[in-house]
């Protein structure tokens, strides 16, 4: 039995694969973070709402002590990464959350694991 973080998990990869994770393997605790942004579809896992393996929390992957937090207090064991600005033209007008999600972020769930 797995404890997963999966960040992103109401976007366009992370809603499929929370969705087939649950359905694969139901003995896994699937905890999903996602700062719901503009990408983010919190409908897409409606489907698990009553499910006692699978919890939402609203969140950003750049508060480091936060994600720490959420890592000990759910005992997580693996990270499914994928937050991340993905509208490559929205870069352009504003590239700052790009290096912060997709830079910053990153690094903070790698640091927070340690
Ligand atoms: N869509 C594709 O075809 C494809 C193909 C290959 C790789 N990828 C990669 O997979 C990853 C996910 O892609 P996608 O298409 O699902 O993206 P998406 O834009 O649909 O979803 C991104 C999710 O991340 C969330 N998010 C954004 N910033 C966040 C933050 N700071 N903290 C927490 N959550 C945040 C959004 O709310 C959204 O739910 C990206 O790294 C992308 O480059 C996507």
Known sequence: MANLLVTGGTGFIGANFVQYWARQYPQDRLVVLDALTYAGNLASLQSLSGNDQYRFV????????AIEALLR???????????AESHVDR???????????????????????S
Do not use: C, M
Request: no cysteine; charged share 25%; proline share 2%.
């Open 58 to 65: 609203k969140g950003d992957i750049v508060d480091r002590d």
């Open 73 to 83: 207090e759910e005992k997580i064991d693996t990270i499914v990464h994928f937050a």
């Open 91 to 113: 870069s352009i007008s504003g590239p700052a959350t790009f290096i912060d999600t997709n830079i910053v972020g990153t690094h903070s769930l790698y640091t927070g694991r």
